[in-house]
């Protein structure tokens, strides 16, 4: 097998993409060899703990709402392009995601992450929900059979704030400026929302490597 690491943030739309396309590509080869883990990657490491209004936010960040909507064509295409549903209208506001990435850090460890990263992606960009809410994040919990009341009360403290704000220091410390980003056998690091055709090559490289070694 072969670890497959990726850095993302739950709120960022080629993180989102990038997991459609990369799915696409697995469901085509139910025996690929990655043994997935999701780490974090705060987009937004100064937002307030309350978040803000989103297009406060998007016009704040790009320059008014010319300059947002202008930023925002090229998601819109690409994730018509790989099917990924995103409901701009319902998203009103732009959280802060570190409980969002404690609760991915938790499922990590009940091997329901990838579960878990589905239904933050689906809570945010299709049922626009703030995924900052304790209550949203144990319903999530819930959703993935995960223990809500314990994720209440962990939320509820300060347990591993500092393991994921370390972590996402990591990731700088590396070299990681922006998400997603892919790193295939600790070593080779494939940045952006790559396409299905992408992983279909890589998946075969691999495999042609693993047998060759045997």
């Given at each position: 097998m072969?670890k497959?690491d990726i850095i ?5 739309p ?9 799915d ?8 690929h ?6 780490h ?8 307030p703990?309350?978040?803000?209004d989103?297009r ?20 819109v295409?690409?994730?018509?392009n ?5 409901n ?17 850090h938790?499922?990590?460890i009940?091997?329901r992450q ?12 299709v ?8 209550e949203?994040?144990?319903d ?10 314990t994720v209440?009360?962990?939320l ?12 996402d220091a990591h990731s ?6 922006s998400?997603p ?6 070593q080779?690091?494939v ?10 090559q890589v ?6 490597q693993l047998?060759?070694?045997e």
């Open positions: 072969v497959l993302s943030d739950p709120i960022c080629w993180c989102y993409i990038g997991k459609t396309n990369l696409k590509a697995l469901a085509q080869v139910p025996d060899p990655f043994v997935i883990e999701w974090p990657f705060q987009l937004n490491p100064d937002m703990t309350e978040g803000m989103r406060a936010y998007l016009e704040g960040k790009f320059g008014g709402k010319e300059g947002a909507v202008k930023a925002y064509a090229p998601v295409e690409h994730a018509a790989a099917g990924a549903l995103i701009f209208e319902a998203i009103k506001r732009t959280p802060n995601t570190i409980d969002a990435h404690r609760l991915i938790w499922a990590g009940e091997q990838i579960f878990v990263v589905d239904l933050l992606f689906k809570a945010y960009f049922e626009g929900r703030d995924i900052s809410d304790h949203v994040l144990a999530i919990a819930d959703t993935a059979e995960m223990d809500a009341a209440t009360r962990l509820s403290t300060d347990a591993d704030l500092e393991e994921i704000r370390k972590r700088r410390e590396m070299g990681v400026n998400v980003t892919f790193v295939v056998a600790q080779h690091a940045p952006g929302a790559q396409p299905p055709e992408m992983w279909l998946i075969a490289d691999i495999q042609k047998d060759a070694a």
